[in-house]
C-alpha cells in the first residue's frame, strides 16, 4: 500500500527538514540570508570574481540544503548557458544558479558548479 500524498504544509515541512545536511559548529559557511539554513562550506569557494542579477556572487564546487529549479537557457555576461536555478531546500528562497552546460571550451570550468549571489547568502565564519 502506497502512503496517500499530504496537504499538511507544517507535516511537508516537518519531512523535507529531515533531508537537510547538518554541519559541523567550527565550519565557516555560507547560509540562506532568509532562513539562516546552512547552504554551503566556505572550503567550496572557487571564486568571489562573479556577477549575479542582484551583484556580486560566487562560483562554489558544491551546495548542500539546496534544491535545483528547472532546467533552461539562459544569456549571461559570458554568453548562452544551460542553468538551473537554486533555491535554498528549507524556505525555498533564490540563492543562485547551477551552470548544466557551457557555451564553449573557455567555460567550461563552471559546469557543474554553482552561483551564490552575495545578497542572498550571510557569511558565518564559526570561529
Not at 496537504?7 to 545536511?21: F, G, N, Y
Not at 571564486?47 to 558544491?62: E, Q, V
Not at 540544503?65 to 548557458?81: C, S
Request: charged share 25%; net charge neutral.
Amino acid at each position: 500500500m502506497t502512503p496517500s500524498p499530504t496537504t499538511d504544509d507544517s507535516e511537508s515541512q516537518t519531512l523535507s527538514k529531515l533531508h537537510l545536511h547538518i554541519v559541523p559548529d567550527d565550519k565557516p559557511v555560507f547560509a540562506c540570508h532568509k532562513c539562516s539554513e546552512v547552504v554551503a562550506l566556505q572550503d567550496e569557494l572557487v571564486s568571489k570574481a562573479f556577477n549575479g542579477r542582484s551583484g556580486r556572487a560566487y562560483l562554489m564546487n558544491s551546495t548542500i540544503n539546496t534544491a535545483l529549479g528547472k532546467r533552461e537557457e539562459r544569456k549571461l555576461l559570458t554568453g548562452m548557458h544551460t542553468v538551473a536555478d537554486l533555491m535554498c531546500a528549507s524556505c525555498g528562497s533564490p540563492l543562485g544558479w547551477m551552470y548544466i552546460r557551457a557555451p564553449n571550451g573557455e567555460q567550461r570550468y563552471k559546469e557543474g558548479r554553482y552561483i551564490l549571489e552575495a545578497a542572498k547568502i550571510v557569511k558565518e565564519n564559526n570561529w
